[in-house]
């Protein structure tokens, strides 16, 4: 079965304190990798997608890496604005996506 | 433009009405989803549309009636919901079902 495991499940943050997140899975043919950030009562927002192992990607403060199992979500001097849920999802062969429970990031000013 | 338009954003229902979600994309996706997010959890895959067609049903239950009228929009009829049934559905659209999906803000349920 597959599986997509994050961590921490909580991360508070000062603001300008860097740290990482974390999304490892267990899957029989990754087609995709997904990383989406998701406010309270809000719809998720796309951030990245990897395909590969060695794949990366930023995005201004947000850098996304992937390796054979797992990927991480750089934050880099992380602001209060980027406070939010981040979800990592992942496909494999078929039309569904396989999401993670989600890190919930708390940055403090 | 990367928007998904959903409407209403709001709606409370009793158990004995019947309503409708809608779902509306203009970037020529083929493949369109319904999600339902309960609080705290990722969202869960209720429906998904390619090129108008039903391609999954995650065995939702009959009181949840999903219909795809062209390739821009999307609708969710609902029909003598349960309290349980409360929650944010999301629609969402990619390019084609191996691409990143893009969601919509959702419309938040409550069913009384």
């Known amino acids: 079965e597959d599986q997509v495991t994050q961590s921490p499940e909580a991360l508070r943050l000062q603001e300008g304190e860097s740290s990482s997140l974390n999304c490892s899975y267990t899957?029989?043919?990754?087609?995709?990798l997904f990383w989406y950030r998701q406010d309270p009562g809000k719809g998720p927002e796309f951030l990245f997608t990897?395909?590969?192992a060695g794949e990366e990607k930023e995005k201004e403060r947000l850098k996304a890496t992937l390796t054979k199992k797992e990927s991480f979500l750089h934050i880099t001097a992380p602001k209060p604005e980027d406070s939010a849920t981040y979800l990592c999802?992942?496909?494999?062969?078929?039309?569904?996506?396989?999401f993670g429970e989600g890190t919930q990031l708390t940055v403090n000013p | 433009d990367t928007e998904v338009t959903q409407t209403p954003k709001h709606l409370v229902m009793g158990m004995t009405n019947k309503k409708s979600l809608k779902c509306e994309q203009h970037?020529?996706?083929?493949?369109m989803y319904w999600y339902k997010q309960k609080a705290k959890k990722p969202p869960e895959l209720m429906f998904v549309?390619?090129?108008?067609?039903?391609?999954i049903n995650e065995s939702v239950p009959s009181r949840f009636s999903p219909e795809c009228p062209n390739s821009s929009l999307l609708n969710l009829h609902l029909h003598a919901l349960q309290p349980e049934d409360s929650a944010l559905y999301l629609c969402?659209?990619?390019?084609?079902?191996?691409?990143?999906?893009?969601f919509g803000p959702g419309t938040r349920l409550t069913v009384t």
């Open positions: 969402a659209s990619s390019q084609g079902v191996i691409y990143e999906q893009y």
């Open positions: 899957v029989s043919g990754l087609r995709g």
């Open positions: 990897l395909y590969s």
């Open positions: 999802a992942v496909r494999v062969f078929g039309l569904r996506l396989t």
């Open positions: 970037m020529g996706h083929r493949a």
């Open positions: 549309y390619s090129y108008e067609k039903l391609s």
